[in-house]
């Protein structure tokens, strides 16, 4: 075929015309010693930068907190199951679960390796130690979660109560931060400078010698005892 010959010069002369038809175009063809080459295409990969890593997640460990005075153990699955705004109030949730109780932008990122601790739990905590108070002139044992239960406002001003129970009486920014170990005990709470003695005491009324207390002042007559 005219056409072909011109085409395919290289081909047509060393076999036939008739194959000219099933090369390949002029652009892929190149003479090497006599030989023909296929030229292929270089495509270069397309790379894909990996995902960033999610910085805010919940916990998978299981953690300690304190609820109702009592120590308890559990997960960010249980803060989420039900009452999630009131568990992420308890002593270090929200730093455990951020993705669960929404504080991821509070929430510090981490800046060391994933194999790293979790963080601290938040410093200002209601203690889960029971401690001893005065009411009503009475020495009385009890915890935090005695105070939470009911008449709080009123419990919180009894003697040493504020202190030891910050997180449920709201004094946590009045209330000094630990500066020892987190292995250290708490020290205990200052006494306040007056009041009552919590000893019975002996007095005279009416001439007789009688064992009182400062309740039994404060229950009736008592500008005159």
């Known amino acids: 075929h005219p056409e072909g010959k011109i085409q395919c010069r290289l081909a047509c002369a ?12 002029p652009s892929t063809l190149s003479p090497i010693g006599g030989n023909i080459q296929t030229v292929s295409p270089t495509i270069s990969p397309t790379v894909h930068s990996p995902p960033s890593p999610t910085l805010c997640v919940d916990s998978t460990e299981r953690f300690t907190t304190n609820k109702n005075g009592q120590v308890i153990k559990r997960s960010c699955v249980w803060v989420s199951n039900l009452e999630t705004e009131s568990r992420c109030k308890l002593m270090g949730v929200s730093t455990m679960c951020p993705n669960t109780c929404g504080t991821c932008s509070t929430v510090p990122l981490p800046t060391s390796s994933p194999d790293a601790p979790p963080p601290s739990p938040q410093p200002c905590a209601d203690s889960i130690e029971r401690f001893v108070t005065i009411k009503d002139g009475e020495s009385i044992d009890r915890n935090c979660g005695w105070v939470s239960r009911k008449e709080t406002e009123l419990r919180c001003k009894l003697l040493g109560v504020a202190t030891r129970c910050p997180s449920t009486c709201g004094t946590c920014g009045t209330v000094p931060l630990p500066t020892s170990s987190p292995d250290t005990p ?33 229950r009736k007559e008592t500008e005159l005892r």
């Open 14 to 25: 060393r076999h036939n015309a008739k194959i000219c038809s099933l090369m390949a175009p």
């Open 186 to 218: 708490p020290p205990s709470p200052p006494p306040q400078p007056c009041a009552d003695s919590i000893e019975r005491f002996v007095t005279i009324k009416d001439g007789e010698s009688i064992d009182r207390n400062c309740g039994w002042v404060s």
